[in-house]
């Protein structure tokens, strides 16, 4: 059967033409997405040594081991961030080769305060979570941990002002773990997300110190302010605060750049929150009804036990 091979190229380059801003043509290349989820790999071994190694690495060889992985790094790395800032700066940067260079040294410099919070997030998850029996299996087993590890390394590019590769990084790891955190928002210390899966946390939130997330989680932005010609206005505040101590349990959704969690307060599961909570509150939904009938009655009949679990008259 003709598959009319010569009319499929001939729509496609139709398309090519017509269908401007999806092509990338004539131009550098980009950055490019299997490079930095290596790239991310890289980092999880410098982050936690002899973590993620396929041998043991002995602390006699330990100065050696760090010196080639960084020399790598920093060598894939440089390509990938030059890439970047050509695309940002349409070629028109002095020197992006020397730029990239010096924002790749300034990246690494921050690697031990990177690991020093990501102390506090282990010991934070050790100490939150009865079922964690060790920094090893926390290490090795919890999604919301890497997650953690990539956006606060992603956090120190993205206030470098290395374009587009932080974005990538936070959504290797989203696509890894199931927890969206924008590289731009600001998490302090001891931070604990628990199992994490659908986790969302916006570009411009800010979260202290001591806080603990819980699965479905949405810090999120309430509307999009726009310009005289109808598009969004970027770089504004678009997503809550959270101050210090403060949990927040499954599904709740808090929205708002204004909106401000008070410290050491509790949201409840499935809340859903416009407005700031003053300090030392606890933000839950009231009382709903629940029924529990018996599957072997018809569904006509009354319930067979109410929630206490007597039988009913």
């Known amino acids: 059967m003709d598959c009319q091979q010569g009319r499929i190229i001939e729509s496609l380059l139709t398309s090519y033409r017509e269908e401007g801003g ?4 004539d131009c550098g290349r980009l950055p490019s997405k299997p490079a930095i989820a290596a790239l991310c790999e890289d980092l999880l071994h410098l982050l936690f040594p002899g973590f993620f190694d396929a041998s043991e690495i002995p602390s006699a060889e330990l100065e050696m081991l760090t010196s080639e992985h960084v020399a790598s790094f920093r060598e894939r790395m440089n390509v990938e961030v030059r890439r970047s800032l050509r695309l940002v700066h349409h070629g028109k940067s002095a020197n992006p080769q020397q730029q990239a260079v010096d924002l790749v040294c300034d990246f690494l410099l921050t690697l031990p305060e990177v690991r020093r919070l990501l102390q506090t997030d282990v010991q934070a998850a050790y100490d939150g979570d009865p079922a964690a029996r060790s920094f090893e299996e926390i290490i090795l087993a ?3 941990l890497e997650a953690i590890a ?14 587009l590769l932080p974005r990538m990084m936070t959504e290797w790891a989203h696509g890894r773990t199931g927890i969206d955190i924008h590289p731009g928002a600001q998490i302090g210390s001891h931070f604990f997300i ?3 899966t659908g986790v969302v946390i916006g570009e411009t939130c800010v979260i202290g110190h001591h806080v603990k997330l819980y699965h479905g989680v949405t810090l999120g932005a309430r509307s999009f302010q726009k310009d005289d010609a109808g598009n969004p206005v970027k770089g504004i505040k678009r997503h809550p605060n959270v101050e210090d101590y403060v949990t927040i349990y499954p599904n709740a959704t808090v929205l708002g750049g204004d909106t401000v969690i008070g410290a050491r307060s509790t949201i409840g599961a499935n809340v859903f929150l416009m407005q700031s909570v003053p300090p030392d509150r606890v933000y839950a939904l009231g009382d709903q009804e629940h029924q529990i009938r018996d599957k072997t009655q018809g569904p006509s009949r009354r319930p067979a036990e109410a929630l206490s679990g007597a039988p009913t008259a």
């Open 22 to 25: 999806i092509n990338h043509v």
């Open 142 to 144: 919890y999604p919301g």
């Open 150 to 163: 990539i956006q606060r390394a992603a956090h120190t590019l993205f206030s470098l002002g290395v374009p």
């Open 194 to 196: 628990d199992h994490g």
